[in-house]
């Protein structure tokens, strides 16, 4: 990833991404996407970055697509950040389903803006690495990664190091609820999307 001068930064996606952007004066909320924004800011100064924060609680890639127009389209980002696939899993919507959407949203957007992508893997439904739950997220990790493939995209894969993380660490928490994360567990994505992007 090669930054340049005032490029546009988009995050979409759900509450992961959210975290209260709302209520925030800056729109970032306060969790990795704010993380991220600092960081180069702080890496960069020389750059002026534009970093917008375009997560709502609860969406599924459906719910996206009745938005994407207004949120990605028009905002005509350098550099656009997909994560989704958490309630796209707990409200069953079928992998064939979420693969064509994703597709959709993706092909519209490189057609339409140019955009560079940044797909992210899910994050955990579980904090314990043991009971199986985590499994259920590995049918959309899939999708994510072979569609990351298909249209030349940066993979961040945040399943597989939010595993790796779980199963070493020695009484650590990463999440409030097993779903949304804590301060720790949005520096581990802020920290897993800036490595994969090749700026940490």
Not at 13 to 33: H, Q
Request: a negative charge.
């Amino acid at each position: 990833m090669e930054l340049g001068q005032d490029q546009k930064l988009l995050f979409i996606g759900d509450s992961i991404t959210d975290c209260g952007r709302e209520s925030d004066p800056e729109g970032l909320g306060g969790g990795y996407v704010r993380m991220i924004r600092d960081y180069l800011y702080v890496r960069h100064p020389e750059l002026t970055l534009q970093c917008h924060n375009r997560g709502v609680s609860g969406e599924t890639i459906i719910d996206l697509k009745a938005r994407w127009q207004e949120d990605v389209i028009a905002m005509r980002p350098n550099w656009l950040t997909v994560s989704i696939g958490i309630n796209d899993e707990w409200k069953e919507v079928s992998i064939e389903e979420y693969r064509r959407a994703y597709e959709e949203l993706l092909t519209e957007t490189k057609g339409k803006t140019g955009a560079s992508l940044i797909l992210m893997e899910t994050t955990i439904i579980s904090e314990n690495p043991h009971d199986g739950k985590n499994e259920r997220l590995k049918p959309y990790n899939a999708v994510i990664r072979e569609t990351a493939e298909r249209f030349n995209a940066v993979l961040v894969p945040q399943n597989r190091q939010f595993d790796d993380y779980l199963r070493k660490q020695h009484g650590k928490v990463l999440t409030l609820d097993q779903v949304h994360m804590n301060s720790t567990g949005n520096w581990l994505i802020a920290l897993n999307w800036l490595k994969a992007c090749g700026l940490a």
